[in-house]
């Protein structure tokens, strides 16, 4: 039987989890562990201090590379994209309007628009524009300075722009996904145009690989209450505390 008096004991069943690339929430580990959550916090600090882990606001998550530049990840999209796309695309049969997000997630939606599509693409992001236009969509592009990571425009000029357009439905991509912070993004004025999109919208589906349901972003872009769908391809386990938050989740 394990001795979970012991730190070295503790550090290294957590350091196991983190190995396993699963995150870890501060109150629920402390409470199947059988020990207090200052106590918990002690062996996450030691644990980030020998690089096992990253803090973060109500437990942690493995230590993961930052993501590449966009130019990089268009050139190599991940193979589960194709696969989250054909699961969004019965979603958007009869809407008017639909925000689609930046980045290579959205490229591959936009690339499997459902056959005759009739409402209009809202988009900040020219190649998202371009494969919406290819499948014989209208597009409406939101201007702006393009941001490196997303290839999509921001600042207040879009935000504004975006403000006064009503969609039906919102889809964005995820730079991180983490149950008590949200959806997440690297770039803070790429997260604004994110959640101007979600508030101009009737309902927000966020599109994310598994591996994104273990990545914290720096800047936070909407809490799980503002969050209706979450479509991807990690397992039941993944998911629990997002189907516990009231989020409808959608498994490919």
Not at 75 to 103: C, I, W, Y
Request: glycine share 12%; proline share 6%.
């Amino acid at each position: 039987m394990l001795d979970l008096n012991c730190p070295q004991t503790r550090q290294s069943l957590i350091a196991a989890r983190m190995e396993a690339g699963q995150p870890l929430i501060a109150a629920a580990l402390a409470e199947e562990l059988g020990i207090s959550v200052d106590t918990l916090r002690r062996d996450l600090i030691a644990l980030e201090q020998r690089g096992m882990l990253r803090r973060v606001r109500g437990g942690a998550v493995p230590v993961t590379p930052p993501l590449p530049p966009y130019a990089i990840r268009a050139e190599a999209p991940e193979p589960a994209l194709g696969q989250l796309a054909q699961a969004v695309a019965p979603m958007l049969a009869g809407l008017g309007t639909v925000f689609l997000d930046g980045g290579t997630t959205m490229n591959a939606v936009a690339a499997q628009l459902p056959d005759g599509f009739e409402g209009l693409v809202v988009t900040p992001a020219p190649s998202v524009a371009l494969a919406a236009l290819s499948r014989g969509a209208r597009v409406h592009l939101i201007g702006g300075a393009l941001c490196p990571d997303g290839a999509m425009a921001t600042g207040g000029d879009a935000e504004r722009a975006i403000g006064a357009i009503a969609a039906d439905l919102c889809l964005l991509g995820a730079c991180g996904l983490w149950p008590s912070f949200g959806l997440s993004a690297e770039d803070s004025a790429e997260a604004g145009v994110k959640r101007a999109m979600a508030r101009a919208s009737g309902r927000v589906a966020v599109i994310a690989a598994a591996g994104k349901l273990a990545r914290h972003g720096r800047h936070h872009v909407l809490g799980l209450e503002e969050i209706d769908v979450l479509v991807t391809d990690a397992d039941k386990t993944a998911t629990a505390p997002f189907r516990a938050a009231g989020v409808e989740v959608k498994h490919v």
